[in-house]
């Protein structure tokens, strides 16, 4: 009763094997170099999914079936990575085909924000919420909705992707090709890097610069440092970030009316300090009712996420099967 579940993110990759109750019984992980010809990479992958079922002591024709998350856009249907943001040598890359060719047991695939809101469903401290959103929260703002116990998959896998709802057609251009798209105003990236433009283009003097250790190297978290230090500008800065994310909550909930929203990264790291300001805000974007049944929190799973979000593939795969 044993599920391999593979995690590729930006920076590493991720294999563990584990149960169906969500128990991790090994786990190992390794860089996802961004220039290594994809051949590589396909190599090392199936080596490592074999070292961790060594570990585990489980022989790989024993295992009920594999789960894989993995960074968008991507195709669940043709079980391929179309252009992963961070190799960008990469291209229609058949990852689901790798381990059917490695494994006998079936494999199922979904993007990473997915994957998370699957595990939460499943394992988290709300298992069983049948309207969950997880929200990843981090240099982007990716999503998963579940409604009525379903994840929202969508005709193209595009479904959940909250990131891209527009909040302003005028403003700043996104990565997406379209101006104003939520993560513009609180992707950890895009944020930090407009941030910059404005220290420098207004020659503000700031708190944010030294805590950054240089202009250059300016991010999210040396804006919360110096909000967190009572500089000016930054909790101007952090203050009009929290409207953002209360604004674009405030519509999810109103839409979705879910019993639970999680928050990864930064709410887990920033805590208090970026939750109170958001739940103070919420009202202007949603009616009471929906908001007081809703709550709206950081993530339950903490750093084990990545590898239960992709246990979590695998038994949802396993379940819509009928096994
Ligand atoms: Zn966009």
């Known amino acids: 009763m044993n599920l391999l579940g593979i995690d590729i993110g930006g920076t590493k990759t991720a294999v563990c094997v584990g149960t169906h109750k969500g128990v991790v019984l090994a786990t190992r992980r390794m860089p996802s170099l961004p220039e290594e010809p994809i051949e590589g990479y396909r190599k090392r992958l199936v080596h490592l999914c074999h070292e961790v079922l060594e570990k585990a002591s489980v022989k790989p024709e024993s295992l009920d079936a594999v789960g894989i998350s993995a960074p968008g856009p991507l195709s669940v249907k043709r079980g391929v990575m179309i252009c992963p943001p961070n190799n960008p040598g990469w291209h229609e890359v058949p990852v689901v085909d790798w381990i059917r060719r490695a494994f006998s047991a079936p494999v199922y695939f979904n993007n990473d924000a997915n994957a998370c809101a699957l595990a939460e469903y499943l394992f988290g401290r709300y298992k069983g919420a049948r309207n969950l959103v997880y929200l990843t929260f981090s240099t982007g703002m990716g999503g998963g909705i579940i409604a009525n116990g379903e994840l929202i998959q969508g005709a193209t896998d595009t479904?959940?992707?909250?990131?891209?709802?527009?909040?302003?057609?005028?403003?700043?251009?996104?990565?997406?090709?379209?101006?104003?798209?939520?993560?513009?105003?609180?992707?950890?990236?895009?944020?930090?890097?407009?941030?910059k433009e404005?220290?420098?283009?207004?020659?503000?003097?700031?708190?944010?610069?030294?805590?950054?250790?240089?202009?250059?190297?300016?991010?999210?978290?040396?804006?919360?440092?110096?909000?967190?230090?009572?500089?000016?500008?930054?909790?101007?800065?952090?203050?009009?970030?929290?409207?953002?994310?209360?604004?674009?909550?405030?519509?999810?909930?109103?839409?979705?009316?879910?019993?639970?929203?999680?928050?990864?990264?930064?709410?887990?790291?920033a805590g208090d300090f970026i939750m109170k300001p958001v739940l103070d805000k919420l009202?202007?974007?949603?009616?009471?009712?929906?908001?007081?049944?809703?709550?709206?929190?950081?993530?339950?799973?903490?750093?084990?996420?990545?590898?239960?979000?992709?246990?979590?593939?695998?038994?949802?795969?396993?379940?819509?099967?009928?096994?």
């Open 159 to 195: 479904g959940g992707e909250v990131g891209h709802h527009v909040l302003d057609p005028n403003g700043p251009m996104c990565g997406c090709g379209q101006r104003g798209c939520w993560e513009v105003y609180v992707g950890g990236r895009m944020v930090a890097e407009r941030l």
């Open 198 to 269: 404005k220290i420098r283009s207004g020659n503000i003097q700031t708190l944010v610069v030294e805590k950054a250790g240089g202009m250059d190297r300016v991010t999210m978290l040396a804006l919360e440092q110096a909000a967190r230090a009572g500089d000016r500008f930054a909790m101007s800065e952090w203050d009009e970030f929290a409207e953002r994310v209360a604004q674009g909550i405030g519509n999810l909930i109103m839409i979705l009316n879910p019993d639970v929203v999680l928050l990864g990264t930064m709410a887990i790291h």
């Open 283 to 323: 009202p202007k974007y949603v009616w009471e009712w929906p908001l007081k049944a809703c709550k709206v929190e950081p993530s339950t799973l903490g750093p084990q996420i990545g590898d239960l979000s992709a246990l979590a593939v695998a038994l949802t795969g396993l379940r819509h099967a009928g096994a």
